[in-house]
């Protein structure tokens, strides 16, 4: 879609998930070092190889708008107050979908279910430090209910995501299960709890807050929100936008009917993406 309007596109993959577990020195299946990440560590690190990767490979020093979903978001914005004068210099705006920094009112199960039962702590005592790793015969067997009992796959896609799955294409969304879940380092959900549990958003554990003050002010953020998102929901993002609004690096701020977390990949309406692709053409000029 957007190369049809004139843009490259590259796609991002964080480290972790079944696409991304090779290592110069470290095995994932036996060195617990390998899974010592969240996002603060995916915004400080990760993020700045691939803009390079992306402007050595295209030979190009054209700066890149960014747009990021869920823990994509949590990436950026803790990046962004780290490292801010690299920020400045290779991106000219960030569009965040179903933005993710402060989660004090989520409604997911898995992460509540993290903080209310201190898994984390259950987590360590055992030695677990890589959760829903992806199994084919898993993803084999969710593509199969899902195809066969629709309410099956309408119950998960409410579990995981989204409140009202109306405007959710199932079809689309039986494709998104066939790699689901596909992995993640432990440390990364903790990261997430912790925001939960002590109502922040910081650093792992000695819970240095990000400051936005630090941020450049020269990326512009546009921040789409869904009404029925279960993770990055109206509430939480209404304070972050106060936040990037007294920062004065807020450019666009808006809520859509009938859109949930996942929503934003498989709505049948596409009712963000116009306003996505205005965003992309005003940051690129």
Not at 42 to 52: C, F, H, N, Q, S
Not at 181 to 187: E, Y
Not at 234 to 248: A, F, G, P, S
Request: glycine content about 6%.
């Amino acid at each position: 879609m957007l190369a049809n309007i004139g843009y490259d596109v590259w796609l991002g993959n964080n480290r972790g998930n079944k696409y991304s577990r090779s290592h110069i020195s470290l095995n994932p299946d036996k060195d617990k070092n390998f899974w010592n990440y969240s996002y603060h560590e995916m915004g400080k690190y990760d993020l700045p190889a691939m803009i390079d990767f992306i402007q050595l490979t295209t030979r190009s020093n054209r700066k890149i708008t960014y747009v990021g979903h869920s823990q994509g978001t949590s990436q950026l914005f803790a990046g962004m107050t780290l490292l801010p004068d690299y920020f400045e210099q290779k991106i000219n705006g960030f569009i965040a979908l179903g933005p993710v920094t402060n989660i004090k009112n989520v409604n997911q199960s898995f992460l509540n279910l993290l903080v209310d039962f201190k898994l984390d702590k259950v987590f360590s005592n055992l030695g677990i430090y890589e959760l829903l790793r992806n199994s084919d015969s898993l993803n084999k067997l969710e593509k199969t209910l899902c195809t066969l009992i629709t309410s099956i796959c309408q119950g998960l896609l409410k579990l995981i995501a989204d409140y009202d799955i109306k405007d959710d294409d199932l079809d689309r969304f039986i494709v998104f299960i066939a790699h689901f879940p596909s992995g993640s380092s432990t440390r990364s959900f903790l990261h997430f709890a912790q925001s939960i549990r002590y109502d922040n958003f910081a650093s792992f554990e000695d819970m240095v807050p990000y400051d936005f003050s630090k941020a450049s002010k020269k990326i512009p953020i546009a921040l789409l929100v869904g009404k029925d998102d279960r993770l990055a929901t109206v509430t939480d993002n209404r304070n972050l936008k106060v936040i990037l609004e007294n920062n004065n690096i807020l450019n666009f701020y808006k809520e859509y009917d009938n859109t949930g977390h996942l929503s934003f990949f498989f709505s049948i309406s596409n009712i963000t993406t116009k306003d996505a692709i205005a965003k992309i053409q005003e940051f690129s000029g």
